[in-house]
């Protein structure tokens, strides 16, 4: 890599260092190396293809929501459609998601609960081991009932951040503690994510 003594006040554009544009360094004395992305900042907005791919969870079960496969844009092919389901990070950093998950109409009382996990595999070796890094859930209320006509369509949302290495994979999974089996909704827009690099 070239150097360069830059005065102070000096402005410069790189354009690429060593053939590439990901990575910079600035020296200033001591040598302070630093990672940038100066284009393709990861970011995705995808659907789940409740149309042709409802997801039904039993009563007691966890399961993995997939088939992100209505995406109005992925940056880097991060989410990939059909049946993987999961998030992958092309780049270590914070990153933040934001999570829908709509179920079909159904009666709760006020001791069904329905939990969605986020679940990280971390590839990388960044900060903690494998597992879930995120909680949200949706509780009954004693009085929703289908006899009186109050049956709901059950939502959790959420959103975070959280810290990632490279190649980390993020999916999303819903534990079903209703006592009945509950459906994710049909169509599209009502069970959905979107996230990206912030930083």
């Known amino acids: 890599m070239a150097l360069a003594n830059l005065s102070n006040n000096s402005i410069i554009k790189v354009t690429t260092v060593g053939g590439s544009t990901a990575a910079i360094a600035v020296t200033g004395g001591t040598e302070q190396p630093f990672p940038k992305v100066f284009k393709n900042q990861p970011s995705f907005y995808a659907e789940h293809d409740g149309?042709?791919?409802?997801?039904?969870?039993?009563?007691g079960a966890t399961v993995k929501i997939n088939y992100w496969d209505l995406q109005d844009f992925d940056t880097l092919s991060s989410v990939p459609t059909g049946g993987s389901g999961f998030f992958k990070a092309p780049h270590f950093g914070?990153?933040?998601?934001?999570?829908?998950?709509?179920?079909?109409?159904?009666?709760l009382t006020g001791n069904d609960r329905i939990d969605m996990y986020v679940y990280r595999t971390n590839n990388s070796g960044v900060g903690n081991a494998t597992g879930y890094i995120h909680h949200e859930l949706f509780q009954g209320q004693s009085g929703w009932n289908g006899t009186s006509g109050a049956s709901i369509f059950p939502t959790i949302r959420t959103s975070f951040t959280y810290q990632l290495g490279e190649d980390d994979l993020i999916e999303v999974r819903v534990k079903n503690s209703t006592g009945v089996p509950i459906t994710t909704y049909g169509g599209s827009a009502y069970t959905k994510w979107s996230g990206g690099l912030m930083k």
């Open 51 to 59: 149309t042709n791919h409802q997801v039904t969870i039993a009563s």
């Open 94 to 107: 914070i990153y933040q998601f934001n999570i829908q998950i709509m179920f079909s109409s159904m009666a």
